[in-house]
């Protein structure tokens, strides 16, 4: 009997162990898991999938005088809103005796969608100066203000759908304002969105008009004055504080008149 | 249920008096995952082959349930570890979370500071390891209720300019003491620096003096530059010109570099570094 009680508490002890482990594997990982969404909610960076691999640079020589230099190989991808990024980058880490210095000494980005021109300058930038968290840093700005454009434009269109155009499609970075009724005119505004030298993300706004010579069309000039654009800068300026009401009023007064 | 057993356990089974061997096959009886450790367990090697082929579908598939799960945890775990490279990671805490802030500057990995937010309505800092200096509540005042993305990365714009000013300023300090004629006067946000400096450290000219003031505090380059001569023929023309070169050299370039190019060049500035 006791061989057998012996070998049925081995196997209970074994079992309840092994069930625990598998319960214990599946609440951590929906723990980490949740903890994995979170981060991509408050970041707005979603990554997907990591990797990295460890390469020990440490001669002799730096052994014998107590330093070590390790070189890191880590590739990461994933997407930030609309935008889907490869990340190849190394990192350098020498330590000595005073202290750890770490570098990042190749980077490589690849992105998509390919055709934001603005973008890949921006890509080459940070490339060029190994600059990975002002790369993470600017994407995210970019798409903050990528999303405000769109939905800007959206609101219009949805508002004044005879007037308003969207010549690109619903990511287009321009607007055009027609009129059924009076053919020959024409505002165009151009909202494009800029990566500076030092990765800050700003719009830069540009109207264009195409009005009739003759200025048969009543109310035109006065549309103007509503516009009431005298520079670039103001433009910038109330788009940037989310204060679309001159447009909306313009567009609201063209829209009753045409 | 004998059958379904590897030999070597049917045979155990078998030696152990009736009713032992009733109990234990009852026990194994639900326990499918145990069928799996006991011919681990109590198999031998030779066994546990042949028993893995005889064994059913089912449980197969239930053999690497567990390395399923443990290659997800695995990945998962490294995941979470890899967003310290967007600059931004987090730990989830029992208020909220705990935001951890990396820097760098051309790729020079830097400080971290963190901010401990507590989730509730409304969001508040708990504690943090941000510099005075940095204008956190202010940030937090514009932000942190409305748009937390926008809070946490304009802070990082922030942290990471005051990171690289105070890296460049440490690197001229250290580098290129032999070129500076005094001690750098600077600022804890390393936004205003003074210091004087010459070419050619055993000559007869005078120094230089340099003031760099960054107004943008998201900046890593000054705003506002001033470099004077204060020697004798301080009106001369190729005095005056290297002046102008260096006030410019300062507003396009990192500080340590601009050094740098002047313990390249020597007494002769390149030109072609101020096209």
């Known amino acids: 009997m006791s061989l057998a009680t012996k070998s049925f508490q081995a196997i209970h002890q074994f079992n309840s162990e092994g069930w625990k482990s598998s319960k214990d594997l599946k609440s951590q990982l929906g723990h980490l898991e949740s903890e994995l969404s979170f981060l991509s909610t408050l970041t707005g960076i979603n990554i997907r999938n990591y990797s990295k691999q460890t390469e020990d640079l440490t001669g002799t020589e730096m052994t014998e005088k107590s330093i070590r230099k390790v070189l890191q190989r880590h590739r990461l991808s994933g997407n930030c809103h609309m935008v889907t990024f490869q990340l190849e980058f190394q990192i350098l880490e020498i330590q000595n005796k005073e202290r750890l210095s770490s570098a990042v000494t190749d980077l490589n980005i690849i992105m998509e969608p390919t055709e934001c021109s603005e973008l890949s300058e921006f890509v080459s930038r940070a490339e060029e100066r190994k600059d990975l968290f002002m790369f993470f840093r600017s994407l995210h700005f970019f798409v903050e203000w990528f999303e405000y454009r769109k939905r800007t434009f959206k609101h219009f269109k949805e508002k004044y759908p005879d007037a308003v155009h969207l010549s690109e499609g619903p990511s287009s970075p321009s607007i055009v304002i027609r009129s059924a009724s009076q053919p020959g005119f024409e505002l165009v505004i151009v909202w494009r969105i800029q990566i500076d030298e030092d990765g800050k993300v700003f719009p830069k706004l540009d109207l264009l008009t195409k009005v009739p010579q003759r200025g048969r069309v009543p109310g035109c000039s006065c549309f103007r004055c509503l516009l009431n654009m005298p520079s670039k800068a103001a433009y910038f300026l109330w788009v940037s504080q989310g204060k679309n009401q001159k447009l909306e009023i313009s567009l609201m007064y063209f829209s009753i008149k045409f | ?275």
């Open chain 2, 1 to 275: 249920m004998a059958g379904i057993l590897a030999p070597g356990l049917t045979r155990t089974l078998r030696s152990l008096s009736p009713l032992a061997g009733q109990l234990l096959e009852k026990a194994l009886g639900n326990l499918r995952w145990s069928r799996r450790t006991l011919y681990v367990q109590m198999a031998s090697p030779k066994e546990v082959k042949a028993s893995i082929a005889n064994v059913e579908p089912n449980l197969a598939v239930e053999m690497s349930e567990q390395e399923v799960l443990e290659e997800k945890l695995e990945n998962v775990k490294a995941v979470l570890q890899a967003y310290r490279f967007t600059g931004l990671s987090g730990k989830l805490t029992s208020r909220g979370v705990c935001v951890c802030i990396n820097t760098a500057f051309e790729g020079n990995l830097l400080d971290s500071y963190f901010v401990d937010l507590v989730i509730q309505k409304p969001l508040r800092i708990h504690h943090h390891s941000v510099p005075v200096f940095i204008p956190l509540e202010e940030i937090a005042a514009k932000y942190l209720q409305t748009n937390i993305q926008h809070f946490l990365f304009s802070l990082c714009e922030y942290l990471n300019a005051y990171s690289g000013r105070k890296y460049q300023a440490d690197r001229l300090q250290s580098d290129f003491a032999a070129l500076l004629t005094g001690p750098l006067q600077r600022n804890p946000l390393c936004n205003l620096l003074s210091f004087t400096y010459k070419l050619d450290p055993g000559g007869q000219s005078f120094p230089f003096c340099a003031r760099l003031l960054y107004k943008d505090l998201t900046a890593t380059l000054p705003t506002d530059v001033t470099v004077t001569y204060q020697g004798v023929d301080a009106l001369s023309t190729s005095w005056e010109e290297q002046r102008a070169s260096h006030e410019t050299l300062f507003c396009m370039k990192p500080l340590h570099q601009v050094f740098a190019s002047f313990a390249r060049k020597g007494e002769k500035l390149d030109m072609s570094l101020v096209s």
